[in-house]
């Protein structure tokens, strides 16, 4: 409700109202990178790799410019009739994969027979630390720009609460949908060299001819669903509110477009390469979740109060130094190799550190402000 109250279009309106113009400018660049499609890149690449053997390179390239193309031409509402249907289809194949795995396999006796006893616990085998930090990107919800831009977009407040229940239902299902196929998938294909292959591979194990058709169409509605949106957002964040910005134009109406379509040009350049860089799903996602949210998250979250907000200058200096600081930390352990996270200063997950440096800013700051306050 107090999203929709503020009535802006996207995340640097708000941090720009906030903080003012720099602020926004460092809170769009930070927004650009972390809706990057590129972990639906890589997804996509595989899926196309698996049906036509062509090389994830090619593929992946083809699979971008399918998904620019109809956003280039349609934009906006390309993207909205395209989710609608995806929707759907996301639903009915995962839907269809399920019992016809347990026709196969069995119920959960054969999962936890066949899978390793620390995946049906609690961590998964992983430490503290490291679950903690997943359950900080999925605050990733908080920053992200299609939540925002959804709840401006709703008719009252109401709607945009009742919307995001729904929305939790559904995230709830799904999640579990595929949850359930990947133990599957673990425990039918023990020594799977490609994990991103498990869906695929899980499909070519227990599925009918139709049926299989039927699964990979949701497979690939499941990815274009959040690729495109992630495109286009990537795109509009980067016409609208950085070059928009940046060139101190008053009106950003009557050549959105074109900037979009820019943006979207090379949003799909960096992501393709980020892609193939970084060919991994699971790597991306953190990769992006814990360099960016601990510079975003609290000043945008804090904004929204008055009473939280520190002084502008705070604002930014949290910004940036909350993303610098876990990026460095990240690339100190990637020192070896990249994507491979070893050798982190004294064990610490990069997000941890940049996350502390962020709220000792807003804090200093917040300090400040109080202080000023009470002397007048």
């Known amino acids: 409700k107090r999203i929709r109250k503020t009535n802006f279009m996207t995340i640097p309106d708000k941090l720009e109202e906030a903080y003012g113009r720099k602020t926004a400018l460092l809170g769009a660049f930070l ?19 698996l049906v036509t053997g062509w090389g994830l390179p090619l593929c992946a390239l083809l699979g971008t410019i399918a998904t620019m193309a109809y956003l280039f031409s349609g934009g906006f509402r390309s993207d909205v009739n395209t989710d609608i249907l995806e929707f759907f289809l ?62 401006y977009a709703a008719k009252s407040g109401e709607v945009a609460q009742r919307g995001i229940l729904i929305s939790i239902i559904f995230w709830f299902l799904f999640d ?75 009106h950003v109406q009557s050549y959105q477009k074109r900037l979009t379509q820019w943006g979207l040009v090379i949003t799909a350049a960096l992501s393709l390469i980020l892609a193939l860089l970084i060919p991994s799903v699971i790597k991306l996602w953190y990769t992006v979740g814990t360099v960016i949210i601990p510079g975003l998250l609290i000043p945008l979250v804090t904004g929204y109060f008055e009473r939280w907000k520190a002084p502008p200058r705070y604002a930014f200096a949290s910004m940036l130094l909350g993303w610098l600081t876990s990026t460095v930390w990240l690339l100190i352990g990637w020192r070896q190799q990249l994507g491979v996270s070893e050798f982190y200063p004294f064990g610490i997950e990069p997000m941890y550190p940049g996350l502390v440096v962020s709220v000792a800013v807003w804090w200093m700051g917040w300090r400040r402000k109080r202080n000023v306050l009470k002397h007048l």
């Open 176 to 250: 579990g949908m595929t949850a359930t196929a990947g133990l599957y998938a673990r425990a039918a294909i023990p020594d799977l060299a490609q994990p991103v292959m498990a869906f695929p591979l899980l499909a070519e194990l227990t599925l009918p001819p139709v049926a299989k058709g039927i699964f990979y169409v949701g497979m690939l509605a499941t990815i274009m669903s959040t690729l495109n949106t992630l495109a286009l957002i990537s795109a509009t964040t980067l016409g609208r509110d950085i070059f928009w910005r940046v060139s101190g134009a008053e």
């Open 90 to 151: 996301m639903f009915i194949g995962f839907a269809v994969i399920l019992p016809f795995a347990w026709m196969k396999f069995g119920g959960l006796e054969f999962i936890q027979q066949h899978v390793p006893p620390l995946h049906l616990t609690w961590n998964g085998g992983n430490s503290l630390q490291f679950v903690l930090v997943w359950f900080f990107i999925a605050l990733w919800t908080l920053v992200d720009p299609a939540f925002h831009q959804r709840c």
């Open 31 to 49: 927004t650009f990178l972390l809706m990057t499609p590129a972990p639906y890149i890589v997804m996509i690449a595989v899926l196309l790799e």
